[in-house]
């Protein structure tokens, strides 16, 4: 397998301020990666892919102004919510692709619980 | 429309019974990967199964089974002896192209599994 952190594991911040989640991929580069969203029980909806070295791309209805996403380098993706208000809190899961010899499989990090208050 | 459907919103089984959860998909895409995921309520996505749509055999992992009936476009989850431990979220995911696709997974809507002592 291979290993995926994210940080911080949770955070709270007030309302107006941003938010910056970085996304790692430990032991393996990871040109691609994705941005999920997860409200409590439901599914994870994918808000943007982003490839190292080129603008994002998001998913219809996702704000790009709103949720900044670089992806620096092969081992780091962020994820930054602007101006963040209490809608915006939520489970944020990023996922790394890594190739393999007979294709690509996707990593999950472990998520990332921000409460706006 | 829905390209995973996970019909089942909660499910309950005995300890050491097994149990199938329900997944079906619609792709005009010949070539698309199955994939099964575990949330439990810690939040991390454990990836369980994989199954390729050309892949003649059902795959297998451990206490895992995928039932996979392509006519059908199904891709039922089958967990033989249920432990406690497997109380969880379970999400059936979709990935369209071939093994080396940059596509993005697609989940359902997920089934909570509920295992009772």
């Known amino acids: 397998g291979a290993v995926v952190s994210q940080h911080p594991s949770w955070v709270i911040c007030k309302s107006g301020t941003s938010v910056k989640i970085e996304c790692r991929s430990l032991?393996?580069?990871?040109?691609?990666m994705f941005w999920y969203r997860q409200f409590p029980k439901q599914s994870l909806m994918l808000m943007a892919t982003s490839n190292e070295g080129s603008k994002a791309t998001y998913e219809q209805g996702v704000e790009k102004d709103k949720f900044l996403i670089n992806h620096a380098s092969l081992t780091l993706s962020t994820l930054t919510v602007t101006s963040a208000h209490p809608e915006d809190s939520s489970f944020y899961i990023c996922?790394?692709?890594?190739?393999?010899?007979?294709?690509?499989?996707?990593?999950f990090g472990p998520g990332t619980r921000l409460t706006v208050t | 429309a829905q390209k995973i459907t996970q019909t089942q919103p909660g499910m309950f089984v005995q300890e050491k019974e097994a149990v199938t959860l329900d997944c079906t998909y619609d792709?005009?895409?010949?070539?698309?990967?199955l994939f099964w995921y575990k949330q439990p309520s810690s939040g991390e996505m454990i990836f369980l199964i994989y199954?390729?749509?050309?892949?003649?055999q059902n795959a297998t992992e451990g206490r895992y089974s995928l039932n996979f009936q392509k006519a059908r476009k199904s891709a039922n989850l089958v967990i033989s002896a249920s432990q406690l431990g497997d109380s969880a979220m379970y999400f059936c995911?979709?990935?369209?192209?071939?093994?080396?696709?940059?596509?993005?997974?697609?989940f359902g809507s997920g089934t909570q599994l509920t295992v009772l002592p």
């Open positions: 792709t005009s895409d010949p070539s698309y990967g």
């Open positions: 996922s790394a692709r890594k190739r393999l010899a007979g294709g690509t499989e996707q990593y």
């Open positions: 032991d393996f580069q990871a040109t691609t």
């Open positions: 995911a979709m990935r369209e192209g071939n093994a080396g696709s940059a596509r993005q997974l697609t």
């Open positions: 199954q390729g749509s050309y892949d003649q």
